[in-house]
């Protein structure tokens, strides 16, 4: 609860300085394309990172360094309401605070799910998984109607926010007693590529990871493209953030309803419903004209999100070894998240170079071709068997 709760004040942060993010580059330049650069600096990381942050997280202290992170992230934050306090916020400046921000992302997500399984009970993951993505969605709720609301009250404010979160992210992290690891010893190999030789053996795990990653890049479009969108019919900063927060709404329903989802249906029937839903939303946004009811397709778009992300990574952290928690997460993230980056960079200069429309049908086909994909897979008819493993002395005194 101690990790749930710190790390939930630090997503609420991030909600709020994600939304701020495109409203300042906006306000200060007026290009969608930098927006779109921002949102790249911030995405590049995930696959840039996620290698080394995974063999990382198995070599040293894990709770040090999800500690050092949010710490950094703090710091790195706090620069900008400085920058814009002092009169001088350059451009660069602003792409690197984002950089540190989506580094210290990457670390801090493979190194808190390596450490699931030292926190809870082998039979709680799947649904420590769900409260995780429904910790996450809240933040989404919450944190972008609240930094629309900050960011007209001060650009400088939504930022500091966000700082402030990860100080008592920090703080949490510091009071918990539990091991994140169990002890190590020296007979395990620490190849950075462990954990991808690991997933990659794992037909059902390697294809779950593979149709993500085709996937995200239009997730993470698709935030900037509904704010670029709404900013053209005139809605305000306030506005965009309640639009956002709508979005998220979908999600926050998905997690709640996740633990029961994924008992009464499979893992083929999730993995499909979700890419049809999401194929058939988009082309909405073709005839909406109205910043409420972009929430509204985004939230349906998100609904079945985090029931996928229960099952797949409830498989994931049950099934891989305590040595290979961190390189195997990391090699999911690497994967998954490898094109997340190109997804707010296209939009942007798609939006600016062709239009929305053409934008939101790019969007539209690709989808279509990943829900046809999913639907005709063998793989996923055969999804892992978990054997709970025995708790281990870690386990059982967390």
């Not at 004040?9 to 779109?36: D, E, F, M, R, W």
């Not at 993500?212 to 704010?227: C, E, H, I, K, Q």
């Not at 798609?350 to 429309?357: D, E, M, R, V």
């Not at 068997?385 to 025995?390: E, H, L």
Request: aromatic content about 6%; charged content about 10%; proline content about 6%.
């Amino acid at each position: 609860m101690l990790l749930w709760v710190g790390q939930a004040l630090s997503g609420l942060g991030s909600q709020i300085s994600q939304v701020a993010y495109p409203l300042l580059v906006l306000a200060l330049t007026g290009s969608p394309a930098k927006a779109g650069i921002v949102g790249f600096a911030q995405q590049l990381p995930i696959a840039a990172l996620a290698v080394p942050a995974g063999a990382l997280a198995d070599r040293v202290n894990r709770k040090r360094l999800m500690v050092a992170c949010d710490a950094g992230r703090a710091t790195a934050l706090a620069l900008i309401p400085i920058g814009l306090v002092s009169g001088s916020l350059p451009f660069l400046l602003i792409v690197a605070v984002a950089f540190t921000d989506g580094s210290g992302f990457v670390l801090t997500y493979v190194t808190e799910r390596g450490a699931m399984r030292q926190l809870v009970q082998a039979e709680q993951l799947g649904d420590a998984v769900a409260r995780n993505e429904a910790r996450s969605f809240t933040a989404m709720l919450g944190g972008p109607p609240l930094g629309g609301l900050l960011f007209g009250i001060g650009r400088a404010v939504p930022f500091l926010v966000d700082a402030i979160s990860y100080a008592a992210s920090t703080a949490g992290l510091l009071l918990i007693k539990s091991p994140f690891q169990e002890p190590r010893g020296e007979q395990h190999t620490n190849s950075p590529w462990d954990g991808l030789r690991w997933l990659w053996q794992r037909p059902f795990l390697r294809l779950c990871a593979l149709l993500f990653a085709a996937s995200n890049p239009v997730f993470t479009g698709l935030y900037l493209l509904v704010v670029v969108l709404a900013k053209r019919d005139g809605a305000s900063s306030a506005l965009v953030g309640v639009m956002l927060g709508i979005a998220a709404a979908g999600g926050l329903l998905g997690a709640i309803l996740a633990p029961r989802l994924q008992r009464r249906l499979s893992p083929r029937v999730v993995l499909m419903s979700e890419t049809w839903i999401f194929a058939l939303v988009i082309p909405l946004l073709l005839v909406a004209h109205n910043a409420l009811l972009f929430g509204v397709i985004v939230a349906t778009a998100e609904l079945m999100t985090p029931v996928t992300n229960s099952i797949v990574v409830g498989f994931r952290v049950a099934l891989a070894p305590d040595h290979l928690q961190g390189r195997v997460q990391a090699a999911a993230t690497l994967i998954s998240f490898s094109a997340g980056w190109l997804g707010p960079l296209a939009v942007g200069l798609l939006i600016q170079n062709t239009g929305s429309t053409t934008t939101i049908l790019a969007l539209t086909g690709w989808v279509l071709l990943l829900a046809v994909g999913a639907s005709t897979s063998r793989t996923f008819r055969h999804p892992p068997t978990v054997n709970a493993p025995a708790p281990t002395p870690s386990t059982a005194a967390s």
